[in-house]
């Protein structure tokens, strides 16, 4: 019985593997590098979001999918308005506090590659009901590869 030369494509890359493998151990060490350009994807959905309370204290619960294929950064906008006490502004993804805040924003940075859903809890104890209602309302996640 013989072998088919070309069965398919597989099998051609799998002979020419050998015949690398035959020269690697021929010459007893062989340097084989690949290079791949990977367009860098990142994207966050909200698939979920209750609020919990929303005077005096405002918490919002939410989980949150994030598909990344680099190292990232999540933030979380809303308007500068809607925070007076950016102090009392606590959020949470995955169980982990946000590590830096700005105007407007709290962030999670250096994030590692993934593509699983986490918890997201925002919590708010200062400024007015009609903020609590800003914020409610106008939140959002932005996704940056770094």
Not at 78 to 103: C, D, H, K, Q, W
Request: aromatic letters at 6%.
């Amino acid at each position: 019985m013989s072998i088919p030369r070309y069965v398919s494509g597989f099998s051609f890359v799998f002979c020419g593997l050998a015949a690398v493998m035959a020269v690697a151990s021929h010459t007893r060490a062989a340097e084989v590098g690949v290079r791949a350009a990977v367009p860098v994807t990142c994207a966050v959905r909200v698939i979920r979001s209750s609020l919990s309370t929303l005077h005096p204290v405002l918490q919002i619960v939410a989980t949150v999918q994030t598909n990344c294929n680099a190292t990232h950064d999540l933030a979380l906008t809303y308007p500068i308005g809607a925070v007076t006490r950016p102090e009392r502004l606590i959020v949470t993804f995955g169980g982990v506090l946000s590590n830096l805040s700005s105007p407007g924003a709290k962030s999670f940075t250096n994030l590692a590659p993934t593509n699983t859903a986490k918890e997201l809890r925002i919590r708010y104890n200062g400024g007015t009901l009609a903020q609590h209602r800003v914020l409610r309302d106008s939140w959002r996640l932005v996704v940056t590869a770094r």
